[in-house]
Nanobody, 128 residues
């Protein structure tokens, strides 16, 4: 089993910044920091969407809507995934989830299906 715990959400003004963290831990036989990891988000009334992925080698992909504003990173020494968000817009308001795909460490899917483990989510609200 893999346990993912997000933190760092909150309320911020339009144009502001926020940094999310996701601490990962695994039971016997699980090494979450060897897996593809990703951030997803779900806004009210919308489907959950991929925000960013990062593979075991630090390779990243981003949704077009956040490219250039968000940065995903991981620190395997402290088993933590990060999402730095800048120039936030009202449409970035959502519940943000981190997820881990135990089936891959290199090629990270951009859809949610392969991500077997999920955190509980952290709320981000961007307003004027």
């Amino acid at each position: 089993q893999v346990n993912l715990v997000e933190s760092g959400g909150g309320s911020v003004q339009i144009g502001g910044s926020l940094k999310l963290s996701c601490t990962a831990s695994g039971g016997p036989g699980y090494s979450p920091m060897n897996y593809c990891m990703a951030w997803f988000r779900r806004a009210p009334g919308k489907e959950r969407e991929m925000v960013a992925t990062i593979n075991n080698y630090g390779g990243t992909t981003y949704a077009e809507s956040v490219e250039g504003r968000f940065t995903v990173s991981r620190n395997n020494d402290v088993s933590t995934l990060y999402l730095e968000m800048e120039s936030l817009k009202s449409e970035d308001s959502a519940t943000y989830y981190c997820a881990a795909d135990p089936s891959s460490g290199y090629y990270c899917e951009r859809t949610e299906k392969p991500y077997h483990f999920w955190g509980q989510g952290t709320q981000v609200t961007v307003s004027s």
